[in-house]
């Protein structure tokens, strides 16, 4: 693989969402014209096989996963080469915590793509073991979490952003735009005022100023995406969740906190990983890299 040109991440496992999230890094490597990287991690095996006597039961039960891993893999790799032959890809099985290697592969990715189950997610994302836990602490590069697709989502269904004029949130209507572009899809730009801050008679002319100001710098960098803003009133979380049912992704911002984890289990940001229907992504703080 070309070191020089940073590779899209895919976590590859025997779970029914590993086909999507593929896929989902398949397209993503395409149209960013960068490498493919396929990781599959087992705890204590992989490429070499533990210190154990040929023909114990241990040993069989190592030789298996071992075959099993390189077999999820292959598989993986002649999905993604389905839909796009030209990609360049690499395999990966690795060994040892889960969450320890992602942590380790995601500091030279431009993008990590993992699996992620709707609704029990947040109860899984910061289990000790849980993979997702690999992100702790900012990684310098997006994360997409994807879900299973919903039935009558179009292929041409907008990218839908989280914007409030933040530096967090300036960083992800970057990455919204980008990915608008990229997929040849429409932006939807929301900014969600709470009822106790919409009660002013300018209150929300004033976010509609807020989120046009959020928007023009990346709209002159992308004039060829079609825009539409919404300022609404309500929970935020629970106003971007519900907009973005069928858009074709979520793209949400972080605060740089003492990690991921933290800025995670902040109270939008847990209800989306709790509720989001469609994937989500999460870009990193203006200062990761």
Known sequence: MNGSRQAVLAEVSDRPLSEHAVRWA???AALRSLPLRLLHVQVGVAGTLPDTEPGSRAHSWATHLHARGETLLRE??????????????????????????????????????????????????????????ALTGHPACPVVLVREPLPGVPDDAPVTVGA????????????????????????????????????RADALEEAR??????????????????????????????????????????????????????ALLASTSRTLIHGTDCPLIIAPPPSAR
Do not use: N, W
């Open 26 to 28: 398949a397209d993503e």
């Open 76 to 133: 993986a790799r002649d999905q993604a080469l389905r839909h796009h032959r030209e990609l360049e890809i690499d395999t990966e099985l690795a060994s040892g915590r889960p969450a320890r290697v992602l942590r380790e592969a995601a500091r030279s990715a431009s993008l990590v793509v993992l699996p992620t189950p709707r609704q029990a997610v947040a109860d899984s994302l910061f289990a000790p073991r849980d993979e997702a836990d």
């Open 164 to 199: 409030d004029g933040t530096p967090s949130a300036g960083a992800a209507v970057g990455l919204a735009f980008e990915e608008a572009f990229l997929r040849g899809v429409g932006l939807v730009a929301i900014l969600v005022r709470k009822p106790r801050d919409a009660e």
């Open 209 to 262: 100023a807020r989120l046009s100001e959020s928007l023009a710098g990346h709209r002159e960098r992308y004039p060829g995406v079609e825009v539409r803003q919404e300022v609404l009133v309500g929970d935020p979380a629970a106003m971007l969740a519900s907009s973005s049912r069928h858009a074709r992704c979520l793209v949400v911002g972080t605060r740089r906190r003492s990690g991921l984890k933290e």
